[in-house]
Structures are given as structure tokens and as C-alpha cells.
């Protein structure tokens, strides 16, 4: 999936549930590589932290993943990769994420997902995949478009 895109292509997928949801996750999970960032972006609600945590459960690591939003960022070992986890919802200035060591984590060797990742586009790494989660159905609360852009 993932490691076949080249830099400026997209890929839509339609999700029609929570699992396809967890298979789409789960197959960037398994071609992802030290180094990659995941932009993660969509409405509240949209399936941002559902996709984080079953990317993490693909690397394997098997303790419960929450979204980091007051601490900002969550680490977790034990799975294939490092997995650095921001959510940057409550960033007010981009200041902020020189105080949490930002460059360390995205420069290091793990793979960071990054929710809301859109708040700090301006210091987002070149090399990186953007990922926009969206309603695609009124009619369904479980339907999500997802769109995959590689940088």
C-alpha cells in the first residue's frame, strides 16, 4: 500500500465500518518504516485516535492507546517501530512543540502519528503522509472517505 506511493500521489478508500477502517490502518502500519509521519486530520469524531490505535495494534504493541490530549504526545515501545503519538488539538503557538522535544521525535527512530497535524503545518516534515478522515454519508455514522496523500 503505503510503499508504493510516490511523493504528490493520493489514494481515497472508502471505509463502510470500524473494521475497514482498522484495515486500512493496519496496512500502512505494516509497510511503515523508522522515520515515516502520519498527519492525522479530520472533524472531532471523524476516527482520527481509532486509526492511531489500530496502527499501533499492527506494530504490535498491545497496551491500550489513547489520545494524547492533554499530554500532547504519547510514546510507545514494544511493537515492531517506536510509536510517538501527538495530539496537537490544544497547541496555541507552535513554540509549544519546541518544548516537548518535536524535532526528536519526528527525526527519530520511530514512526509519529500526529492528530490535528493541520494546526502545525508550518514545521510538519517535508517527507510525510497525510491522512484526512471524513464523514463521506449522511446516512451512516459508521461510513469514513479516507484520503492518503504522500508528501
Known amino acids: 500500500m503505503i510503499g508504493s506511493m510516490q511523493p504528490g500521489e493520493t489514494w481515497t478508500f472508502i471505509s463502510h465500518g470500524p473494521a475497514e477502517t482498522a484495515q486500512i490502518a493496519q496496512a500502512a502500519a505494516q509497510q511503515a518504516q523508522s522515520g515515516d509521519v502520519f498527519c492525522l486530520d479530520g472533524d472531532l469524531g471523524a476516527g482520527k485516535t481509532f486509526f492511531a490505535q489500530a496502527f499501533g495494534a499492527a506494530l504490535g504493541i498491545d497496551e491500550p492507546i489513547v489520545s494524547p490530549t492533554f499530554t500532547i504526545v504519547s510514546e510507545y515501545d514494544g511493537g515492531r517501530l517506536p510509536m510517538y503519538h501527538f495530539d496537537v488539538y490544544r497547541i496555541d503557538e507552535i513554540e509549544e512543540m519546541d518544548e516537548i522535544g518535536f524535532d526528536e521525535y519526528v527525526y527519530g527512530t520511530g514512526v509519529t502519528l500526529i492528530e490535528w497535524a493541520v ?8 517527507h510525510r503522509f497525510a491522512i484526512k478522515i471524513t464523514r463521506s454519508n449522511p446516512q451512516s455514522d459508521s461510513e469514513r472517505r479516507i484520503e492518503i496523500c504522500r508528501f
Open 119 to 126: 494546526r502545525i503545518e508550518e514545521i510538519l516534515p517535508e
